[in-house]
């Protein structure tokens, strides 16, 4: 079963499920319609889960079923759950669908930032022109191991989260031009290109890697992953599917904001961790092994709860919501 032909010809329900959905008030009519449209919409959710699991529909469709269900439930809709919810099934989804782009757009910037590397530490002529001598050397054996260490911990959390946000939301927000997120993430790695180069011209590779890779691996993750995020908004313009760019353009939209959100946590927490473990008094070893956890923690976190959300037995549909599927397929 073709997913994008399945989601284009039940499209109108979806959209008019969303619809009543945020509406502040329903009439005796539109609380029926709603409560139709949800039960057709399951089992549309569990078609798409057992025929062909697509995580752009899927997410969708969820996120739709959700809204609708706090409002024709009876019970009260618990806090805790919603953001549980939140947490163990639609961020990780949101990162897991792109999952791909992001492997691409983080081994291109690796590329790019050690060619860079490269290219600097074998051409000396090149590396003057960074600056001067006096200016590298003292930029390498003082100033780069104390803009980690002359702040306040807190502060300095704060100020790279704020940093790192901003980079982050330029990837995202330009990507519909397509150029935008790819020349931020040029420029990014060359300079972490070049300043690898600089640290090595005075035998100081080794701190470099020692400041850098703590907090570095999950940080440099949250900029790749904003990046991917920006160029599949400019990918759903290009090629639209079975969709009209507009609709693709929308549907990409969407599922990017919940990108957006995710990133703002990610960031938080390699803000946390260049704050207050990069500067710390720990071994070097022990500080890149939590870098390493952290990235770790991460990917685990997309792979097995995003791929868990994407699947026909994730378990995310109550019993009603099953019945209702066995009784529309048939």
Known sequence: ????????AHSDEWMRLEQLAKKSRLSGAQSDELIQLYQRVAGEL???RTKAPDPDVVLRMSMALSRARSRITTEP??????ILRFFAVILPLSFYRIRRWIWVVSAACVAVGTAVFLVYSLTPNLVDTLGSYSAQQAYAKQAFEAYYTENAHADFSMV????????ALQC???GFTGIYPIVVLAQNMVSV???GAVMDRFGDLGIFFQLILPHGLLELTAIFIAGAAGLRIFWALVHPGALPR??????EGRHTVMVALGLVFVLFISG???GFVTPSALPWWLKIIIGALALAGFWAWVMILGKRAASPSSGEMDSGEVGWHIEYAQ
Request: no cysteine; hydrophobic share 60%; charged share 10%.
């Open 77 to 82: 809709i618990s806090p805790w759950a919603a």
């Open 272 to 274: 946390l961790i260049e």
């Open 46 to 48: 569990a078609v798409i």
């Open 160 to 167: 790279v989260w704020s940093n790192n946000a901003w980079i």
């Open 1 to 8: 079963m073709d997913s994008l032909a399945y989601a284009k």
């Open 193 to 195: 290109g070049q300043t």
């Open 246 to 251: 507009v609709a693709s353009l929308g549907r």
């Open 172 to 174: 995202v927000a330009g």
